[in-house]
């Protein structure tokens, strides 16, 4: 695991989330209420990307067919039971966004 930098903070726009390649895995990157959260990119339902999504507090809603993922657990949270996606930790430093993968 290792501290990859993927943004800085001005390029998340709060209550949004954008995708970046990370070392080869897609992963979604919001910001909810200057809290930033990082979720892999794709849906398990049909590989949708969740960055262009609606978040609600910690959820996000996939915009294809509104499955919806806990942004902190990666746990969807409706539908279909023991779906889950991989969350990694951020932390921010000098408004430059990590992300541990
Ligand atoms: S691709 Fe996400 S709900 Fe269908």
């Not at 930790?89 to 000098?94: D, F, I, Q, T």
Request: negative net charge; contains cysteine.
């Amino acid at each position: 695991m290792t501290n990859v930098r993927v943004a800085s903070t001005d390029e998340i726009v709060q209550g949004k989330g954008k995708e970046f390649d990370v070392k080869g895995t897609k992963i979604a990157l919001f910001n909810v209420g200057g809290k930033y959260y990082a979720i892999e990119a794709l849906c398990r339902h049909q590989d949708g990307s969740l960055a262009p999504g609606r978040t609600h507090g910690e959820i996000v809603e996939c915009p294809l067919h509104s499955w919806h993922y806990n942004l902190t657990t990666g746990k969807l949270i409706d539908y279909v039971d023991g779906v889950n996606l991989l969350t990694y930790p951020v932390k921010v430093e000098e408004n430059q966004i990590y992300v541990e993968i």
